[in-house]
């Protein structure tokens, strides 16, 4: 992914005032910054929701988003959500999809309904979408939030072994928490980014 001098104003107030980024492949990235520094503005640009006032995003490959905010059916199942992004991304089948929620020790859930699901739980659903057609570039917006410990490590686990493969993974969050695992990190700050060369505590 290739973002070059994104600007983004809302009225007079200038949100992004310039970010430079570029996630190369087998990188495993991250990005935080206190709430109303912009991010929720950057993901939505760097996704494709929101087109920027000035400069580009490139997306090399196969992209991938899960968005902080759930996007579930709730009277639809599981198995009825898969067969659904199944459908739409053109998929021969649900190997990939399997392997996630394998992972993530979700694979019990797949004749529950959504709406009876705890929010880990639809936040485990909302990660095996986003990974479902196996992205090259893949944006995951506060992605470990309503894990418990155990999933939480899952999701490093999936991670780093998605970085180990080859593909761009960026976390964004408000805290990043394990910021050895990562291979980059940014902070979001008067609306641009700033690389942290070697962080050494969680970051707000």
């Avoid at 394998?102 to 705890?118: H, I, K, M, P, V």
Wanted: charged letters at 25%; hydrophobic letters at 40%.
């Amino acid at each position: 992914m290739d973002v070059q001098d994104v600007h983004h104003s809302y009225g007079q107030y200038a949100v992004l005032r310039g970010v430079d980024l570029r996630l190369r492949p087998g990188t495993l990235a991250g990005i935080v910054g206190e709430n109303g520094a912009g991010k929720t503005t950057l993901l939505r640009i760097l996704s494709g929701e929101l087109g920027p006032d000035r400069g580009s995003v490139r997306h090399h490959g196969r992209f991938g988003y899960c968005p902080q905010s759930v996007v579930l059916d709730d009277s639809f199942t599981v198995r009825q959500h898969l067969d659904l992004f199944k459908a739409a991304f053109g998929l021969a089948d649900l190997r990939r999809s399997e392997e996630v929620m394998e992972t993530l020790a979700f694979t019990e859930y797949l004749d529950r309904r959504a709406g009876q699901l705890s929010g880990g739980s639809r936040q485990k659903l909302n990660l095996t979408l986003a990974l479902m057609h196996d992205p090259d570039v893949l944006l995951l917006d506060e992605p470990y939030q309503g894990f418990d410990w155990e999933t939480y490590l899952r999701f490093w686990e999936l991670a780093t072994r998605l970085r180990d493969a080859g593909r761009s993974v960026l976390v964004v969050s408000h805290l990043a928490y394990d910021i050895d695992r990562l291979d980059l990190l940014w902070r979001l700050e008067n609306g641009r980014l700033h690389r942290q060369e070697r962080p050494t505590g969680a970051a707000a």
